[in-house]
């Protein structure tokens, strides 16, 4: 196994996601490439993100984790809980996968329940692939999840599912005691340092570069021996 590569939130950021993966010379033979969660919503193109994910752990095996919009698109698709991936960037993800190149910033309700429909009869692939994601992945030197581990739980692995795709304050802001290093997105880094670039605590790292805000998409490189680097793409304003 050669380096590990670590991406989060990449939002519909289509272009910028291909524009970091060659930027990092990414190499699916050798790189063990884990994306953190967070492909839809917002962004353009949030059905081309997760074709091309589907794609790079099919033929590749890439580690794909899920994150806390990816459980908002289940959750009003699955049991019609529409409020909260209302407010968070559904208009765009629907008009993605309905393609849609013009949409309002509201859909009547008759519109919104046939795009669901739609979405449920013609992407069931997608959702069958969204929904089996793992919470997290481990090594013996990180622990890569979408939001954080929370350091009240008694044992990490088995803390609640809020917990690994919403956690905020609670984690960044307290030690984990853990032997494991964090590598963690759903909080942008200008949240934990007031810069885009990934942000490293003692006992966590911080990758959400805010991309889909206008600003980048991080990309952090663990090598075998240990050392690790930062790369990152400018949001494409245009797209």
């Excluded at 050798?30 to 967070?38: C, F, P, S, V």
């Excluded at 890569?144 to 803390?159: L, S």
């Excluded at 911080?206 to 690790?228: P, R, S």
Aim: aromatic share 10%.
């Amino acid at each position: 196994m050669g380096r590990t590569l670590a991406i989060s939130d990449i939002h519909g950021c289509f272009e910028e996601f291909g524009a970091l993966l060659e930027l990092v010379n990414y190499r699916p033979e050798q790189d063990r490439l884990i994306l953190l969660g967070d492909y839809i919503d917002r962004g353009p193109q949030s059905k081309e993100v997760v074709e091309k994910v589907m794609t790079l752990h099919e033929q590749w095996g890439v580690v794909a984790l899920r994150g806390n919009h990816e459980q908002l698109m289940m959750d009003a698709l699955q049991k019609d809980e529409d409020a909260r991936w209302l407010k968070n960037g559904a208009l765009q993800t629907i008009a993605s996968y309905c393609d849609l190149s013009v949409y309002s910033d509201r859909l009547d309700e008759s519109h919104y329940r046939a795009a669901k429909q739609y979405m449920k009869e013609h992407f069931a692939a997608h959702l069958s692939f969204i929904e089996s994601l793992p919470l997290y992945y481990e090594t013996d030197r990180h622990i890569f999840v979408h939001a954080g581990i929370n350091p009240a739980a008694e044992d990490w692995k088995n803390q609640s599912l809020r917990d690994f795709i919403w956690i905020r304050d609670e984690f960044y802001n307290c030690p984990t005691e853990l032997t494991q290093t964090v590598v963690f997105g759903h909080t942008s880094a200008n949240r934990l340092h007031e810069s885009d670039d990934i942000w490293f605590g003692e006992d966590k790292i911080g990758i959400d570069g805010g991309c889909v805000y206008g600003h980048q998409l991080n990309c952090l490189v663990l090598e075998e021996n240990g050392t690790c680097s930062s790369h990152f793409i400018k949001r494409n304003t245009g797209s």
